[in-house]
């Protein structure tokens, strides 16, 4: 038997041996391919008269074997109604035999002998279809040709199964395969994994399918598609065979039931104890019926380790034993739990009765609990011998209870227009209705009552609509990439038809006037114009839709009509075009209109000239067109000739503001937008808003209306009556010719309803739009009552519930009240920083909230006119937009209020009178199983019962919270596909409102039904908001436009009857532990087991309640209060947190609660600097405070180094500088002490030799540096990893050994000094943690420690005075004295404002100056000169145009560096003689003069410096990752060190390795030396992102002609010379970015691929490209490998392999010869990989060539396991998986010792020895690994992380 274990987890047969290419496989007869609209792919069609003369046989030659050894066979097939079909399976047993099956629904009866098994094959039928009842009630129904329903169809063959059943025989292989006609096949596979087809990957995972246990989803390449909302098993047909449950003999292949639940025998006793499913003693004529329904039943397996249970078996009647002829059938299960738009139908339930022997009860329970709330609920299957379907008994326990009424809401009216387009309107025949497009919806509004009609089916947004000529037809067409066109049967509203045109932006439709033409105009995916005419003369009988002529065109096309008087003849306009079509004999022919001097117009309309009769000469025929300069052209239709042009022009202004009428002259033109002409006038809409309608000669205008918009479309009634008028503003009404009044039927938002709110009492309806726009509607009319326009966006709006009165919150921040009765102005408030997300008014009218997107909440007064502010309180809401518009909501007694912050997981109910924090939740901790940190999206209050609080949360789920206690009191799962955008309940609390993406769900408040929710489509952008109207008899959604619907639910006697468990429990007296009980669950129990009961026998105690003076910390670390009734601010200074709880918390019960019990101020403690008011720390506004550079990943905590000189690898040299830290450069001219940083490595480089000593302590990127002016000890900080406070490390410089760790700053450290005899040793935080420390050099104890009252930008100690030290920062200069008594040291601190004569500035970095002088830097480029004595400033001068960040002195010498890269060198001996005034002097004075000496222009902001002692040569750093060295007397600079600053891409060494290149995201390539890691050149293109880079191989160049080519973001590559230091030559293979690029083994070609997944072989000396390989379309290619590998041990011709890896786990493995233009695909590698649902992105695609032995490929990817992968290509397996802690971000093979490298996300290097497994982990990167890669020779190791490049030394494992 062959291996199998690359078959593992399936073989795609037809991509095994590449049928499309005929080479493997071979066809016979009619074999076809065409694009199945269902499937949305590609399939085969065999037909054929007879089956035996059209198949497809697979392998091509009989004496060959496939070689498939899968036990499962899967054949994913439709048959041709009305035909027959074969499929001939040859499958080899023991012995080498070899045995027939077959299966057709020719064979009448199952016949066998030893070689061939024939299986008779019954078709299934589509759901409710009149084949599928004449199936259920006779088995001889569908046997024969297949029905006209047959459906898309999984079969699956258990070939070992079968074998074994019916020969015993053992299965072996699968040897060839032949389908004949007739039939329609998709692909066919096999798999040892019995697979699910209705499962998705998700649901699978849930079920705990996996394929280590046999079972799984099926692939996602044979997967059916299922369109969102819909059951798999409604769509299409899954077949098992043999069937499950029964060892009987079959006898027939059909179709079974899908319900995903196996039936087992069970006794009729019911227990309450969960027992093994036990089976009956069958009767002989039971025997004979079970036999036969389970010889055509396939329900699907329960997971291997599910064992199904039995409760609450239902008592069945049962039918006498003797009725032989019955047919026993299952129910459906159709999923049921949601229904959109449709009721389900239920047969009346048989009434029970006692059972006897003769009867057999099977009862299988769904594999999850039925109260557990589900997004598709299953079914109870019962199966007995009846007549007919039964359903389950009408008793409570076992009936299927659902919400009622079905369906609960009714699409009542739309207010909108448009969406894709507001060209599209049209009249019905009668001229009394006008069909419109809303978004995704049709609308059908008849003129006189504005009543709607609504034709539902689009997925998205409408851009076309056509009526054939006596408007019973109706097509419409949808905007995306596959234009889908819809036709409709108008009368009756049902859809006739839908079929696919492969177009993007369908943008024209035209019916013929007999309806039996469809035109549509579209762009292909070339963007070319498209026209394709259809056959629709058959559809409304039921007829299909067949293309008649397609054409594809460069001309453009604005509009295309079907003459009316000739279906064969169309018309179109465009820019500079205006042609005549034919369609002849199946083509489709055009010619142009002669329009002579008017080439140049862009054509916007064409409309024909309404003749008396359709008999009419074709000579006498006039075509009209309008172009967007305002001409208006006469075609001779017959003569395709220009008759008349002429120009609309703009009316004279005479007498005073009359307005003349218009004529056409020669005069400057309007854009005329549309014209439609009648027998008598002609209608025009133009571009400056007017509708004019003219007489034929076009003489003067008779009638214009004028709107508020461009005319986008006219339309003149069939009766001449009404014109019909569209602007581009979304109006839309009808101009009346005979009373000439105007009518407007529609008027809409142009862009998405972000908010509404609804006056109950007026029923008006206010809503706020992204166009800018408040208005007010007419619910009842959906009249446009008033339009309120701003500058700012309105973002959320609140009616006040008695009063004419609402409210409107902005981007800004503010907030207006309006009057609308007066139509004024009431109030504006401007209390909010950020944009207002959330607005509300107390149900009893008295107060009004608000909120904002950055925290702060606010309280009004709404009883007075003005609305005044009561209180704001900051830091309070969770911060983000994501919650607008209704982020507050108020409870029904206008007591409380709640929201969601301060922070995003924290729920927090207030009193609504103060604003007093009453309760806390955290619903983070809810699901202690969840990797991720759920957080709370929106919340909403029960009306009818003020103590339930519902929250809706990011995991989808929605939760009961009591308001008192800050219980869990309920659960729901998975409330939407996607996350919920609002929720609401109804007064009664009987009915729950939620909004998910574009669907609406109502749900049975209590959840105590099967089928707890309904959902309702429509919508075509997901729903900004949803809620009940007042009055509760509607409900209301926005996103696209606005829905109103009839909520239908039925009233109730009184509201005790319908009250909710929940309530009875708050409402009884007594509390006892049962009713808890009922209360903690996920939902009430309905008689089936627990898994978990919901609480202990003893009530727990709550978690995590506190009073105020044991709040934690993090609770009110972010909370400040700003009431603006109070002089004095209050302080919340966090006391200390209490202890966790000791008792075990039951799981999911209860959520984390802080109780606020008393809602006073809390007790401060004094501070000697003054109260301060706790707010979330701000960066300053200075380039010299240190950010670390943002990063997505983590440190793996558990790898462990390896020990010292035991390292496989060892750290030769650090390539760059880090340029975003802040003073992380230190330089000793006088010890020879050079020292950087890079990353967490500190880099000590001797400058005379160029090595480098690596002191490596920090896992995070060092911000700063710190030397001993002995230059002895260097100190190093770095943030710490995982939010752990920061590191110090002190270095023993002479020895490299790390001395001491010292960690106390919470955020990073800014920056470090040491005192002049060395004694002290001082670091400051950031701005988060603004606090100085001072510690002792010797021990590195902590001395003192000072908090600031701001940010600190720079320290230094005194260079006299030892105790003498100071800062600058955001709040000026601080001079400190250190104290000592005795042991004790005090650091005294005095705070002194910049002077202001510098304005409201930044203190930014400073230095000493002699022994009493001070200099300071500001971000505003000022250096102020400080008397340290004295503490006053008495000297500033300008000494730089931006923010100095750098500032040195030595001697009179002074040295500035700032972000405008200018370096300055000033002599300052002036200064001395100054004597310090009262005020500040400026140095431009005659008398202090401060002399520039010189200046240097560098290449980026300067961070840090260091000089010696005469300031005549040192060393600055750069943000730019340079350090320079200057010298000042040569007035040069000289690049020491340089880097990277941007992320760096790629890197590879050259053949010879003398060099290594990198490329970066700023477009630079560079080319460093290996053996000194210095630059040699640098190629830089501007304005691009380079994305990979390789070298020319050594075969092909010599050291004189070796290139680098390389890979940019545009598309391009260019190839650089090494020795000329120039580009030698530019090529543009690719439209999108180049993600990888390699050189073929020989030099002779160049590959490169892109991003879409196209690789281009291009030419290195012409740059022609040779070919395009289109294999991996669709997914970016993450790496190309080529290697020097004779390829005719694989049967191909060619003297070298190269391979692709694309991001779609997908591998290609080529054989070439260049030379001979010779390229074939030797072996192609998919990867299964589940879908993936990380926040960042999908772990690549990696593969290469093992240096070994090139016939081996490794790959490593996203998949199903973290692993490696050896795939042989000799045995066309894989031989060999190793095991990976994480996702490989990038790995390298060496060519010596087997040795692997692979980087992590994780920030680990592992070195793997390939042979043994061994490996090393190497923690020198502070972010995730993106490159790395072995030298040719395997002694050298370069790494990437961000722009951190760190060469290794390779010693082997």
């Not at 609209?37 to 089956?51: E, M, N």
């Not at 025929?621 to 172009?627: I, N, Q, V």
């Not at 701000?1178 to 550079?1189: A, E, G, K, M, S």
């Not at 070298?1591 to 650089?1616: E, H, N, Q």
Request: include cysteine; charge should be negative.
């Amino acid at each position: 038997m062959a291996s199998k274990g690359w078959q593992h987890p399936y073989v795609n047969i037809f991509k095994h041996v590449r049928v499309e290419d005929w080479k493997r496989s071979a066809k016979e007869g009619d074999v076809s391919t065409y694009t199945n609209k269902t499937l949305k792919c590609s399939v085969f069609q065999i037909r054929g008269p007879a089956p035996a003369n059209s198949y497809i046989l697979v392998p091509k030659n009989i004496n060959q074997s496939l070689g498939l050894t899968g036990r499962y066979f899967y054949l994913l097939f439709r048959p041709i109604p009305g035909k027959y079909f074969v499929v001939h399976l040859d499958v080899s047993v023991e012995e080498g035999r070899v045995v027939r099956i077959s299966f057709s629904n020719m064979f009448k009866e199952f016949k066998s002998t030893a070689t061939w098994l024939q299986f008779p094959f019954l078709c299934g039928a589509a759901k409710d279809s009149v084949y599928e009842s004449t199936a259920k009630s006779a088995r001889h129904g569908l046997v024969g040709p297949a029905p006209t329903s047959v459906r898309w169809t999984c079969l699956m063959l258990d070939l070992q199964y079968t074998l074994n059943d019916y020969l015993n025989r053992s299965y072996s292989e699968l040897k060839s395969i032949k389908l004949c006609a007739n039939m329609a096949v998709k692909n066919m596979f096999t798999s040892d994994l019995l697979l699910n087809p209705g499962v998705s990957f998700g649901e699978a995972k849930r079920m705990g399918l996996a394929s280590s246990q046999g079972t799984g989803h099926m692939p996602r390449d044979m997967s059916f598609p299922v369109p969102k909302g819909s059951s798999w098993h409604d769509r299409y047909d899954y077949i098992r065979f043999p069937s499950e449950g029964t060892k009987l003999p079959f006898d027939s292949i059909q179709k079974g039931n899908p319900s995903p639940s196996k039936a087992r025998c069970v006794t009729n006793q019911r227990s309450p104890i969960r027992e093994e499913a036990l089976c009956v003693d069958l009767s002989k004529p039971v025997q004979d019926r079970v036999s036969l329904i389970q010889q055509i039943t396939t329900p699907r397996p329960l997971p291997s380790y599910q064992a199904p249970f039995v409760t609450n078996i239902p008592e069945l009647g049962v039918v006498p034993n003797h009725e032989k002829g019955d047919w026993l059938c299952c129910d459906d299960g159709k999923p049921q739990q949601e229904s959109i738009f449709s009721s389900s139908h239920r047969l009346p339930s048989r009434p029970s009765g006692d059972s006897d022997d003769g009867g057999v009860h099977v009862y299988v329970h769904p594999e999850d609990d039925f109260n557990k709330s589900r997004e598709e609920s299953e079914e109870e299957i019962v199966c007995t011998p009846v007549p007919h379907p039964l359903h389950l008994s009408s008793s409570k326990e076992a009936r299927q209870q659902k919400l009622l009424p079905d369906p609960i809401l009714g699409l009542n009216r739309i207010i909108g227009f448009g969406g894709a387009t507001t060209k599209c309107a049209l009249w019905t025949k009668s001229g009394d209705v006008v069909v419109y497009p809303c978004h995704a919806i049709i609308v059908s509004m008849k003129i006189s009552s504005n009543k709607q009609r609504f034709f539902i089916g689009h997925t998205d947004k409408i851009s076309a609509l056509a009526f054939n000529g006596n408007t019973t037809l109706l097509a419409s067409a949808q905007t995306g990439n596959h234009s889908v066109v819809r036709v409709w049967n108008y009368h009756k509203g049902n859809c006739l038809a839908m079929f696919r045109i492969h177009a993007h932006s369908l943008s024209s439709l035209s019916f013929s006037n007999g309806g039996s033409i469809l035109c549509g105009v579209g762009k292909d995916s070339h963007s070319k114009t498209m026209v394709v005419v259809w056959n629709t003369i058959s559809v409304s009988k039921g007829g299909e839709v067949t293309i008649l002529a397609k054409a594809h065109t460069d001309v453009d096309i604005q509009t295309m009509k079907v003459a009316f008087f000739d279906d064969t003849r169309m018309v179109s306009c465009g820019r500079d075009n205006i042609r005549l079509w034919r369609l002849r004999n199946g083509t489709l022919r055009s010619c142009p209109v002669n329009l002579g001097d008017y080439q140049s117009m862009d054509f916007s309309d064409v409309a024909f000239e309404e003749g008396d009769s359709l008999n009419q000469c074709l000579d006498d025929r006039t075509l009209y067109a309008s172009s967007r300069s305002g001409y208006i052209f006469e075609i001779n239709y017959s003569t395709v000739e220009v008759k008349n042009v002429r120009r609309l022009s703009p009316a004279q202004q005479q007498h005073a503001n009359r307005r003349e009428k218009l004529t056409f002259n020669t005069g400057p033109g309007i854009a005329i937008n549309s014209i439609s002409v009648s027998s008598s006038f002609c209608a025009t809409g133009s571009e400056d808003g007017f509708l004019r309608l003219w007489p034929l000669d076009f003489s003067a205008v008779f009638l214009e209306a004028e709107h508020e918009g461009p005319v986008s479309l006219v339309s003149v009634s069939p009766d001449s009556l009404q014109v019909l008028a569209a602007t581009s503003t979304g109006n839309l009404g009808y101009l009346d010719v005979s009373s000439r009044g105007y009518n407007t039927l529609m008027r809409s938002h142009t862009d998405s309803v972000l908010g509404f709110s609804v006056d109950g009492i007026r029923r008006h309806l206010t809503t706020a739009s992204s166009d800018g726009t408040v208005r007010i509607w007419n619910m009842d009319t959906l009249h446009q009552l008033y339009d309120f326009v701003s500058e700012d966006s309105p973002c959320s709006v609140a009616f006040h519930p008695s009063e004419q009165i609402f409210s409107c919150g902005f981007s800004s921040g503010i907030v207006r009240v309006f009057d609308i009765s007066s139509a004024k102005l009431l109030a504006e408030h401007n209390e909010h920083r950020g944009e207002v997300v959330g607005l509300a008014f107390s149900p009893d009218g008295e107060f009004m909230y608000s909120a904002d997107s950055q925290g702060t909440l606010a309280l009004y007064n709404a009883s007075e006119e003005d609305h005044n502010v009561i209180r704001a309180v900051c830091n309070v809401m969770a911060r983000g937009t994501e919650r607008a518009p209704d982020a507050l909501t108020v409870s029904s007694d206008s007591r409380c209020l709640a929201f969601v912050g301060p922070s995003e997981y924290i729920v927090t109910i207030a009193d609504s009178q103060s604003l007093d924090e009453l309760l806390r939740v955290d619903v983070s901790i809810l699901d202690v199983e969840s990797p991720r940190l759920d957080s709370a999206l929106k919340v909403c209050f029960s009306p009818a019962s003020t103590e339930h609080l519902l929250v809706a949360t990011s995991a989808n789920k929605i939760i009961w919270v009591s308001t008192k206690t800050g219980r869990l009191l309920r659960e729901v799962s998975k409330v939407h596909k996607h996350q919920c955008s609002s929720l609401a309940v109804s007064e009664d609390s009987r009915f729950l409102l939620t909004a998910g993406h574009n669907a609406v769900k109502v749900w049975d408040y209590n959840m105590e039904l099967h089928i707890n929710s309904q959902m309702f489509i429509g919508h075509s952008q997901p729903i900004s908001q949803v809620s009940f109207t007042p009055d509760q008899l509607g409900v209301v959604s926005v996103g696209d436009a606005i829905f109103l619907w009839d909520f239908l639910a039925h009233p109730v006697a009184s509201l005790s009857e319908s009250s909710s468990p929940l309530r009875e429990s708050h409402i009884s007296a007594p509390y006892s532990v049962q009713q808890e009980a009922e209360l903690s669950g996920v939902q009430l129990s309905n008689g089936i087991p627990r898994q978990t009961a919901p609480v202990p026998s003893s009530p727990p105690p709550r978690l995590g309640v506190s009073t105020p003076d044991q709040v934690d910390k993090r609770g009110f670390g972010d909370l400040s209060i700003c009431d603006n009734t109070l002089t004095n601010s209050t302080n919340t200074v966090p006391g200390t947190g209490s202890g966790p709880s000791s008792v075990p918390r039951p799981a999911s019960s209860f959520l984390k609660v802080t109780e606020l019990v008393s809602t006073s101020p809390l007790n401060t403690s004094h501070m000697d600097t003054g109260e301060l008011q706790k707010k979330k720390p701000v960066r300053p506004d200075c380039y010299r405070h240190f950010l670390p550079r943002f990063k997505t990943s983590t440190l793996d905590q558990a790898a462990v180094a390896p020990q010292p000189d035991e390292e496989g690898i060892k750290l030769k040299a650090v390539i760059g500088y880090n340029g975003n830290g802040r003073g992380n450069m230190v330089w000793s001219p006088d010890q020879g002490l050079f020292a950087y940083s890079c990353g967490c490595v500190v880099v000590v480089e001797y400058l005379h030799t160029g090595s480098q000593r690596h002191l490596q302590g920090h896992s995070e990127e060092i911000s700063c540096l710190a030397v001993t002016h002995d230059s002895q000890t260097v100190a190093s900080a770095a943030g710490g990893s995982n939010g752990s406070r920061s590191l110090i490390c002190i270095w023993d410089v002479h020895n490299g050994t790390c001395r001491n760790t010292m960690s106390y700053h919470r955020g990073t450290v800014q920056s470090m000094a040491f005192s002049r005899d060395d004694r002290y040793f001082l670091s400051a935080g950031d701005f988060s943690d603004p606090e100085i420390v001072l510690w002792s050099s010797k021990t590195f104890q902590l001395l003192s420690r000072v908090s600031l009252s701001g940010p600190i930008h720079d320290v230094a100690f005194s260079p006299s005075a030892a105790s003498q030290l100071a800062c600058v920062g955001s709040q000026g200069a601080y001079f400190c004295l250190i104290h000592t008594h005795s042991m004790d040291v005090d650091l005294k601190v005095q705070r002194v404002k910049a002077p202001a004569e510098v304005g409201d500035v930044e203190l930014t970095a400073l230095c000493y100056h002699m022994d009493s002088f001070l200099f300071t830097a500001t971000n505003r480029g000022h250096v102020c000169v400080w008397d340290v004595q004295t503490q006053r400033c008495f000297m500033t001068w300008e000494a730089d145009e931006g923010e100095i960040g750098v500032l040195l002195c030595q001697g009179n010498r002074l040295l500035t560096g700032s972000n405008t890269r200018c370096l300055r060198l000033w002599e300052v001996e002036a200064v001395q003689g100054v004597r310090p005034r009262e005020k500040a002097c400026n140095a431009g004075d005659s008398s202090t003069n401060v002399v520039l000496e010189q200046e240097i222009m560098l290449d980026g902001t300067m961070v840090s410096a260091a000089f010696d002692s005469t300031m005549d040569m040192g060393i600055v750093g750069t943000t730019a990752g340079t350090l320079w060295y200057i010298n000042w007397p040569d007035n040069s600079s000289i690049r020491l060190v340089s880097g990277h600053k941007s992320k760096v891409n790629d890197v590879v060494f050259s053949s010879d390795e003398e060099h290594f290149a990198t490329c970066s995201e700023d477009g630079s390539v560079r080319v460093w030396s290996a053996p000194t890691n210095e630059l040699v050149v640098q190629f830089q293109v501007l304005n691009q992102a380079c994305g990979c880079v390789c070298w020319s191989p050594s075969a092909s160049s010599s050291k004189d002609s070796a290139c680098v080519a390389a890979g940019y973001s545009d598309g391009t590559l260019r190839i650089f010379r090494l020795a000329s230091s120039e580009m030698e030559l530019k090529l543009h293979p690719h439209h999108v970015a180049v993600t990888a690029i390699q050189y073929s083994a020989n030099g002779h070609v160049i590959l490169s691929a892109g991003k879409n997944g196209l690789v281009a072989v291009s030419s290195p000396v012409n740059g022609a490209t040779i070919r395009v390989i289109r294999d991996h379309k669709g997914a970016p290619i993450t790496s190309i490998q080529c290697v020097n590998e004779q390829c005719k041990s694989f049967g191909l011709e060619g003297d070298e392999m190269w391979l692709a890896a694309s991001a779609d786990q997908r591998v290609s493995v080529w054989a070439a010869d260049w030379l001979k233009d010779k390229c074939s695909l030797l072996d192609w590698l998919t990867f299964p990989a589940p879908t993936y649902f990380g926040d960042d992105g999908k772990p690549p695609s990696l593969a290469a060539f093992c240096p070994a032995d090139p016939g081996l490929v490794v790959y490593t990817g996203y998949g199903v396991e973290k692993e490696l992968s050896f795939y042989s290509l000799t045995k066309k397996q894989i031989i060999k998986k190793m095991a990976l802690p994480h996702w490989a971000t990038c790995f390298s093979l060496s060519c010596k010792s087997q040795l692997l490298a692979i980087g992590s996300k994780e920030r680990v290097l592992k070195l793997i020895k390939s042979t043994s497994g061994r490996f090393q982990d190497f923690l020198q990167h502070s972010d995730s690994l993106q490159k790395c890669h072995f030298s040719p020779s395997g002694s050298l190791l370069v790494t990437v992380a961000y722009n951190e490049i760190l060469l290794w030394e390779v010693q082997g494992l």
